[in-house]
C-alpha cells in the first residue's frame, strides 16, 4: 500500500514523540513492503515563531493533501501566562479539527497489565478495564461565540450544538457499541444545560435504530467519579466536548501515565492520530518523554487503512517494552538509562525481528538494540 502522510510535531516534547512514531511507521513499511512517504508541516507555537500564524496556510495543503496526518502536541508556557496573547499555538489544532472537519475523537484506555501497580488506583479497580471514549470534536464551548466586556470584567463562552452534529458521532459510537461489549454510556448535564438536553433528546430517538445496544446516561460530575471507582462498568462513552476532553485525560490515571493514551480524529475525509498528551514543554529534548501513546497513534492510523496485522505487531512491540521494562522514566523506576529514542529503537527492532528481540542493557545504554 502507498500512504502520503503528514507529520505534524508540533511544540515541546511532539518533535520527540513523533520521530519515534514514523521511525515505527518506516520498520513496518520494510517489513510488510508498503511505500510511506511522509511530509512535515508547522503547527503551534514553533508555527507561530516562524510565520505568525499557528496554522499557516502550507500546513493545511499538506493535510489536505495527504491519506492521514500525524499529529504530536501543542503549545508552549510562554503563551499559557499571557492571558492577553491574541495569538495562541492551541488555535492551530483547534482550526485544524474545523478546516478538516474532525468532528470525531476516539481515545481508547487500556489498562495493560504489566502496569496495573504504576497506577494510582487499586488494582482490583483497574484489572481489564478497555474503555473507549468518543468525544464530539468540531463545536461545542470550544468553537462556540467568545465575548469579553468593553471594560475587561465579564467573559462568555457559548457552547452550542445542533442535532446533525449530534446524530453524526452517535451513529458512530453505536455501531463502535455494536462491535465490543454492545453498550453505550452517553454522559452530559442535562439537569443545567440546554445543549446537554438536546444531546439526551437525540440520543433517546437514535437508540430503537440500534436495539442490541444497551443505553445508560450519567451526568459529568457522576461519570468523573465512577470512572475512578469502577471503570470497568464502561465499554464506549459517547460525550461533547469539553467533557470528552476532561474524562479522557482523567482516564490517564487509570493506565499509570497519560504517555500511554492515544487517539484519532475522523471526519468523513481525513483523519488525524494523535497522543492525548499535551506539549509538556519542560521536558523537552531531555530524553525523558514517553512515545508510546504517540507509536499506538500509528497503530491507529493503519487501522484505518485496514492494515491490522501491522498494526496489531506495533501492539505487540508495544507491549513486550512494557513487560520487559523497556520505558521511560515515567513508567520505569529500575532502569533510569532508557530514553524516548531507545524506547523507539527498541519497538523497531522488534518489528523487524519479531521472534528473536531480546534485551541487553549494556547495548541498550549504548543505543542498540540486540538480536539474540
Known amino acids: 500500500m502507498k500512504l502520503n502522510i503528514a507529520v505534524l510535531p508540533g511544540d515541546g516534547i511532539g518533535p520527540e514523540v513523533i520521530e519515534q512514531a514514523v521511525k515505527v511507521l518506516k520498520a513496518i513499511a520494510m517489513e510488510f513492503n508498503h511505500i510511506f512517504t511522509f511530509e512535515t508541516g508547522l503547527v503551534g507555537a514553533s508555527a507561530i515563531d516562524k510565520t505568525g500564524d499557528p496554522l499557516p496556510e502550507e500546513t493545511i495543503s499538506i493535510c489536505e493533501n495527504a491519506?492521514?496526518?500525524l499529529f504530536g502536541a501543542i503549545g508552549n508556557t510562554k503563551y499559557d501566562m499571557d492571558p492577553n496573547a491574541e495569538i495562541r499555538p492551541e488555535q492551530g489544532l483547534l482550526g485544524l479539527r474545523k478546516v478538516l472537519?474532525?468532528?470525531?475523537?476516539?481515545?481508547?484506555?487500556?489498562a495493560y497489565?504489566?502496569?496495573?501497580?504504576?497506577?494510582?488506583l487499586k488494582k482490583k479497580q483497574i484489572k481489564d478495564t478497555n474503555i473507549l471514549i468518543y468525544r464530539e470534536l468540531t463545536s461545542g464551548i470550544y468553537f462556540g461565540e467568545k465575548k469579553l466586556s468593553e471594560d475587561g470584567n465579564t467573559a462568555s463562552d457559548i457552547c452550542e450544538y445542533t442535532r446533525f452534529e449530534i446524530e453524526r458521532i452517535a451513529h458512530?459510537?453505536?455501531k463502535a457499541a455494536q462491535s465490543r461489549k454492545r453498550k453505550l454510556t452517553l454522559v452530559d448535564k442535562a439537569n443545567v444545560l440546554a445543549s446537554s438536553r438536546l444531546w439526551r433528546k437525540v440520543i433517546q430517538e437514535l437508540a430503537p435504530k440500534y436495539p442490541d445496544v444497551k443505553l445508560d446516561y450519567l451526568y459529568i460530575d457522576n461519570a468523573a467519579m465512577e470512572l475512578i471507582i469502577n471503570p470497568r462498568q464502561f465499554d464506549v462513552?459517547?460525550?461533547e466536548n469539553m467533557f470528552g476532553d476532561i474524562l479522557s485525560e482523567e482516564a490517564s490515571v487509570i493506565v499509570g501515565s497519560i504517555g500511554l493514551l492515544a487517539s484519532a480524529s475522523f471526519g468523513d475525509k481525513y483523519a488525524m492520530f494523535e497522543p492525548i498528551h499535551g506539549a509538556y514543554t519542560k521536558a523537552a529534548n531531555k530524553g525523558i518523554a514517553n512515545p508510546i501513546a504517540s507509536i499506538l497513534s500509528a497503530a491507529m492510523l493503519l487501522d484505518h487503512f485496514e492494515l491490522h496485522e501491522e498494526a496489531d505487531l506495533i501492539r505487540e512491540g508495544v507491549d513486550k517494552s512494557l513487560k520487559l521494562h523497556i520505558t521511560t522514566p515515567d513508567l520505569n523506576t529500575k532502569y533510569d538509562h532508557i530514553t524516548t529514542t531507545k524506547v523507539g529503537d527498541f519497538i523497531e527492532d522488534f518489528i523487524n525481528n519479531p521472534e528473536e528481540t531480546n534485551l541487553n542493557f549494556t547495548n541498550i545504554h549504548l543505543g542498540q538494540s540486540t538480536i539474540i
Do not use: C
Open 101 to 110: 472537519d474532525l468532528y470525531t475523537n476516539i481515545r481508547p484506555v487500556i
Open 113 to 120: 497489565e504489566d502496569l496495573l501497580n504504576k497506577s494510582s
Open 67 to 69: 491519506d492521514a496526518i
Open 172 to 174: 458512530l459510537a453505536f
Open 237 to 239: 462513552i459517547l460525550t
